[in-house]
């Protein structure tokens, strides 16, 4: 079961007042409902893949209108997994249509939401509840790309969603695809936001711990990597430094400073330690212990005479 059929289920089974219920069951039929008009009159239609989308859909309806209804189930080709569900409602279709504000003032189908359905805080979050329901998916918070989307078959609705969304501060966008438009959130709070907004509180924690755990594993492996870094850096510094040094023992073994010599002893008894190292490692090799900064002195002297050794050979 994907993320997002996990979501759906949590949701199928929360209990609300009445006008949530009814926000919620428009926001459904906003997306994915159609009219059908035959011989004995107009049927109200919603289709789906989701088991759980059908049972929250079969729930609202039965709770506000108590009518009776149509399932039909269809296998949409062999290659899909999900078969898809079409319910049908016959009974007292056009106080539905009006009641859940399916047609507005210009007699267009599932455009515009009346603000009388949407007017309290709780029945915002019912409808995002039931938007996301009918087409919203979510990627799996184990993925270190977040996305949540719901699809609208036209961007009046894609706005509304937005506008709703904006209620709640959830930075949401609208874009064009193939199906028509989305709405969505790419910022990984402002989806926990979202799953608090619409209720899914268990949903909410498996994101929330999914998502902590993955950005401390990733912590974790920028600090070993920035480590291992560091360490190959000192390493190729000290083996710099060991070839700077067998050049200049080459030509001027007895006539280097004392200061010279003390860091050449350190680095080729230590030949992998870092500056640090050495310098703790002075105390226990001269009277006086040599600070991490003079060696560093010491070492790019070290180098300036070994290059111009160098090029003393070259011009001769």
Do not use: W
């Amino acid at each position: 079961m994907s993320f997002s059929q996990e979501v759906k289920q949590e949701l199928q089974s929360l209990k609300h007042l009445n006008c949530c219920n009814k926000a919620e069951l428009s926001a459904l039929l906003h997306i994915n409902g159609s009219i059908e008009k035959n011989s004995e009159g107009l049927n109200l239609v919603f289709q789906t893949t989701n088991n759980a989308v059908v049972r929250r859909f079969m729930t609202l309806s039965k709770e506000l209108y108590n009518n009776n209804l149509i399932l039909i189930k269809k296998q949409i080709n062999r290659l899909k997994k999900h078969d898809l569900f079409i319910i049908k409602i016959h009974e007292n279709v056009n106080y539905i249509i009006s009641d859940l504000s399916l047609i507005n003032k210009d007699a267009y189908f599932f455009q515009d939401v009346d603000e009388r359905l949407v007017s309290n805080e709780c029945c915002k979050r019912a409808y995002l509840r039931g938007v996301f329901m009918a087409s919203g998916s979510i990627n799996s918070p184990e993925t270190s790309a977040y996305h949540l989307e719901i699809q609208s078959f036209s961007e009046k609705q894609a706005e509304i969603i937005k506008e709703l969304s904006s209620e709640f501060s959830l930075n949401a966008k609208v874009a064009q695809n193939k199906r028509g438009y989305i709405t969505y959130i790419k910022e990984a709070e402002k989806i926990a936001d979202f799953l608090r907004v619409i209720g899914a509180s268990n949903s909410l924690f498996d994101f929330e711990d999914s998502r902590i755990k993955r950005d401390f594993k990733n912590s974790i492996n920028r600090v070993m990597n920035c480590d291992i870094a560091n360490e190959k850096k000192a390493m190729d510094a000290a083996n710099k430094q060991l070839e700077y040094i067998e050049i200049i023992e080459k030509k001027l073994q007895n006539n280097l400073q004392k200061s010279i010599k003390e860091a050449i002893f350190l680095r080729k008894t230590y030949p992998e330690a870092s500056l640090l190292e050495l310098s703790r490692a002075s105390s226990e090799h001269f009277d006086e212990p040599i600070s991490k900064s003079a060696l560093n002195h010491r070492f790019r002297a070290i180098k300036d005479l070994a290059n111009k050794i160098m090029i003393e050979e070259v011009l001769k």
